[in-house]
């Protein structure tokens, strides 16, 4: 069993940074798939970013340029840098773990584990 705890949301202006953290316990996250994804009030979840237990890295289109996750398993951690933040980017974010252990899907549902979510809000 994986347990994730978020951190690092708030409230930041138009164009403004904030980096996300996602804190990791109960199993090494190394082998893992991990992602990062938002919902928006009255919007599904979506995927923002994901990133295999390689290093490889996949994005929404809608923050590719913007936002880099990364990981550091020896912390057992993952973390969203947010640049260039729109309001749009305004949603309760979300850290997902995966553990079949292969790629990093896209899809909220091929998520076994999650976080409790940290709110982001941009304000224009």
């Known amino acids: 069993q994986v347990q994730l705890v978020e951190s690092g949301g708030g409230l930041v202006q138009t164009g403004g940074s904030l980096r996300l953290s996602c804190a990791a316990s109960?199993?090494?996250?190394?082998?893992?798939?991990m992602g990062w994804f938002r919902q928006a009030p009255g919007k599904e979840r979506e995927f923002v970013a994901a990133?295999?237990?390689?290093?490889?890295?996949y994005y929404a289109d809608s923050v590719k340029g913007r936002f880099i996750i990364s990981r550091d398993n020896a912390k057992n951690m993952v973390y969203l840098q947010m640049s260039s933040l729109k309001p749009e980017d305004t949603a309760v974010y979300y850290c997902?773990?995966?553990?079949?252990?292969?790629?990093?899907?896209?899809?909220?549902?091929?998520?076994?584990?999650w976080g409790q979510g940290t709110q982001v809000t941009v304000s224009s």
């Open positions: 997902a773990a995966d553990d079949r252990g292969y790629g990093a899907s896209t899809t909220a549902n091929e998520y076994n584990y």
């Open positions: 109960g199993r090494t996250i190394s082998s893992y798939a």
């Open positions: 990133i295999s237990r390689a290093g490889s890295k």
